[in-house]
DNA sequence: ACAATAGTGTCTCTTAGACAATATCGA
DNA sequence: TCGATATTGTCTAAGAGACACTATTGT
């Protein structure tokens, strides 16, 4: 009465090199296997208490990961999806930084550029569009590529970061404003070194914001 | 190894007396037989392509109901959200007039206030205030609440609808000049009749917005 | 001192809300 | 004509982008 295949993908984001960048990993059986696909896999209803333990489970076990972001994306359902049968694979996304990928130093870990992916499995290729598009629409109006960059951080560095992930440049004061609007971050009292030109002074998440997203009553625009 | 019990349920809202209603059906079995719950069902994997095509099959199955605007809300999973073991039900919205819901006529169907409710079986009352947050949210920046109203209307009805759906005053020059920036309304040439004042001019969604969403660039504010 | 980037002050322009004038209906 | 509501014009205030000025570093 119910042959639905039910799994969980995760879609984990992060930036190198100023570009969105994804998490595959190599499948190790069929379908596909040898593949680059996103981590994902059944739910085990015996130690997964609901869809989100069952993402966190394989972003630990399959990348070595543990995200403090990580959020529903959409369900992606269908008889054609998967070769094996009609299929619901219920998808999460996270963003961490880049030293947090280099830090798990996981062996099976490929990082791949979100815009020079072809030819997934499965529908992955349309998952991971809909995450990245979920990703720079929402920060557009929120603090979500916070979670892309480390624990202490400049605000010329976060602009870059949005900037990156939205793909044009946002004004400069403009962006100070609203992420001092924000109320979320806070200056601590050390500084860049090393560069040949003004330092900027490190920021960082306030306690009470971490794992949380703060939203701007309005968009950035062009800078 | 996947004995996860895979559902579509379909949160169905509709204004009624300014008042945003969502239609339950009694259960006809168990469990929670006879107690008022949200349509949905299980998945045909032989005649639905995908979960969309189940809700709209239920839609109109359960309530005799075809909705313009189907989308995916969230899938709801966990061990203990229904009695029968690990379950997780793929959750779609529709909002329509009232007078399709009322032209159906099915016996079936339940208009309930969407702020009275309690005690609904599995996690249905949690699943109808996400819905409601949802829409509440996009009817902030969007021309969702437009399939709340008739194919004609004039822009104080319309009005009068978001302000029901967000629950707040919106003032009315600046309701105006964003219909008119979202360019989806024409204006037809035909008038109010039968009340005391000044009538208003009807209006229609454009042919080529039916069925799609509008946003603006920025939320209403207060009126 | 110079190049380079960080951080700030301020002007202008857009746009939203307030207010009020005008328009049109039935009684 | 009056009461009521639709529709429109315009003023004001808040907020965003442009621009440029000041600040601070290594060379």
């Known amino acids: 009465m119910n042959s639905i295949i039910c799994t969980v993908?995760?879609?984990?984001?992060?930036?190198?090199?100023?570009?969105?960048?994804?998490v595959l990993l190599k499948r190790d059986r069929e379908p596909f296997a040898g593949e680059l696909a996103l981590p994902g896999g059944f739910i085990h209803a015996d130690e997964d208490q609901d869809a989100g333990d069952a993402a966190r489970r394989m972003l630990l076990a399959k990348a070595g990961i543990t995200s403090p972001y990580l959020e529903q994306l959409e369900t992606f359902t269908g008889a054609?999806?998967?070769?094996?049968?009609?299929?619901a694979s219920i998808v999460y996304y996270a963003l961490v930084p880049e030293e947090v990928i280099v830090q798990a130093a996981h062996p099976d870990v490929h990082l791949v550029q979100v815009d020079s992916l072809s030819n997934m499995p499965f529908d992955h290729?349309?998952?991971i569009n809909t995450a990245v598009s979920r990703v720079r629409n929402k920060s557009t109006y929120s603090s979500l590529p916070v979670y892309l960059v480390g624990e202490k951080f400049t605000l010329p560095q976060l602009q870059k970061v949005y900037e990156a992930v939205m793909g044009e440049p946002i004004n400069k004061v403009s962006f100070r404003r609203k992420m001092d609007a924000l109320g979320m971050i806070e200056l601590t009292d050390e500084y860049e070194t090393g560069k040949p030109n003004r330092p900027g002074q490190f920021c960082r998440v306030k306690e009470?914001?971490?794992g949380a997203l703060s939203t701007m009553g309005r968009a950035f625009n062009a800078g």
Do not use: M, Q, Y
């Open 125 to 127: 290729l349309h998952i």
């Open 208 to 210: 009470e914001f971490r």
């Open 80 to 87: 054609k999806r998967d070769p094996r049968g009609w299929s």
């Open 9 to 22: 993908d995760v879609v984990l984001l992060t930036l190198k090199n100023s570009a969105l960048h994804v």
